[in-house]
């Protein structure tokens, strides 16, 4: 699109058009309406950001956790014209398929761990993860256990926003937003006897599955505690309760191997991904699961899979991520994670030595957060003045305060170099000791 209008007159325009027309997601309405939105971005480039008024941002979050390969790669545009000019759309209904959704199939085959080899393509990580939700439940169905339903997720996690995964999400908000969830859903703290405790409660003959980010992103980028996930396996396994890993944010790279479990050694049965799968180039998500389970899935099943999104494996979608995953291995992208990630790491820690409120850094390739102390929960919280703060200086970044955290959380893009780590950690120095003075 483009307008005659330039700067402040366009700005204007779409403001106006904006608030008039425009539902914004997971965005403060009444704030809209008096100010209209914050920003109106018109460009991308690399790792930067550039609105309608000329004014360039570091983008230290990959926008939402998504552009991993950066901005304006014109590779991508060229594949996604390329495959709308020869097929833009077919469906994948009623056994049809087509060539970019079997090659993309089988080249994420070799990007997932252990038996993991068999792809449900999605919209998105909501509908991954629903779709997952519905998956187990018609697997224990099938095996003539209907009465393990139950999903348990941890406190503090984000699945999305979809009926299930809003029900899977354990952060109170999303919750409370609307009238009722769907039933059937648990959350525990993030220690292994409350998820015993609760298999305990509730029985293990009537829970299907335990569902779980490697690292938690939207709920604080909080690490799980030392040997938790390998025991979390094992529990699994002795109560024949079904692992999902919400792969979203961490899969593809994002913490220095191709999916986050790999950190901790753990192959689940199910894998839910999307955001790094385009790198926020086309809308994709999935849901992977092991042979062992589609194998049971289809001899089990009578009839149709009953379950399917009209743009399941759509095939521009498809082509943009072979394009994208080619350019993550081609330019070997996850080693630069690993490299930049202890650089932020670093750089977080000499900024915990600079500055007394910071409470606690942490970071696993480039998934990092720095958590900041006020004088108690009453007080206002410190981390959105920050982020306000650090915007005058040119840097996108995302305060977290569910729950009483006070916490900054940086995801940039994977191309980010050691001079840019070296600024976006200066800008948020700057920033912090310009806020708490």
Request: negative net charge; glycine residues 10%; charged residues 25%.
């Amino acid at each position: 699109m483009t307008s005659s209008l330039t700067g402040n007159e366009l700005k204007q325009e779409l403001t106006e058009l904006d608030k008039k027309h425009f539902i914004h997601p997971t965005s403060n309405m009444k704030q809209l309406q008096e100010q209209g939105p914050a920003f109106i971005f018109t460009e991308g480039d690399g790792i930067y950001l550039k609105d309608v008024e000329g004014r360039q941002l570091m983008d230290s979050l990959s926008s939402l956790w998504n552009v991993n390969i950066g901005h304006g790669r014109e590779e991508l545009g060229e594949v996604a014209k390329e495959q709308m000019g020869k097929l833009a759309f077919t469906s994948t209904f009623s056994n049809w398929s087509h060539e970019p959704v079997i090659r993309l199939a089988e080249r994420i085959a070799k990007w997932t761990p252990g038996d993991l080899n068999v792809t449900f393509f999605t919209s998105g990580g909501s509908e991954a993860n629903d779709t997952a939700f519905k998956t187990v439940r018609h697997y224990w169905k099938i095996k003539g256990r209907p009465e393990k339903r139950k999903i348990i997720s941890r406190k503090q996690s984000y699945h999305g926003v979809a009926m299930g995964a809003t029900s899977a999400t354990g952060i109170p908000e999303f919750h409370t937003f609307t009238t009722s969830i769907a039933p059937d859903f648990y959350y525990v703290d993030s220690t292994l006897d409350a998820l015993k405790d609760r298999i305990e409660k509730e029985g293990a003959d009537t829970i299907a599955a335990f569902i779980s980010e490697p690292v938690q992103g939207s709920g604080g980028v909080n690490l799980p505690p030392e040997g938790y996930f390998e025991e979390v396996r094992k529990i699994c396994d002795e109560h024949d309760i079904l692992m999902i890993a919400d792969e979203v944010i961490c899969g593809f790279g994002r913490t220095g191997t191709n999916f986050g479990m790999e950190n901790f050694g753990i192959v689940p049965d199910i894998i839910t991904m999307a955001k790094g799968v385009t790198s926020g180039y086309a809308p994709l998500g999935g849901m992977v699961i092991s042979e062992k389970l589609h194998k049971e899935i289809y001899e089990n099943t009578q009839g149709n899979f009953w379950h399917g999104y009209t743009y399941s494996g759509h095939p521009t979608a498809a082509a943009v991520a072979l394009k994208n995953l080619e350019i993550i291995e081609r330019e070997n992208l996850i080693e630069n994670v690993r490299t930049m990630g202890q650089e932020m790491l670093n750089g977080f820690k000499w900024l915990q030595e600079q500055n007394e409120n910071v409470l606690d850094v942490r970071g696993i390739g480039l998934l990092g957060a720095i958590s900041l102390e006020r004088e108690s929960a009453a007080v206002e919280p410190i981390g959105p003045k920050v982020v306000a703060e650090a915007l005058k200086r040119g840097l996108i970044c995302r305060s977290v305060v569910y729950g009483g955290q006070d916490t900054l959380a940086f995801a940039p893009p994977f191309i980010i170099n050691k001079k840019q780590v070296d600024d976006m950690v200066t800008i948020v120095n700057d920033s912090i000791k310009a806020v708490i003075k």
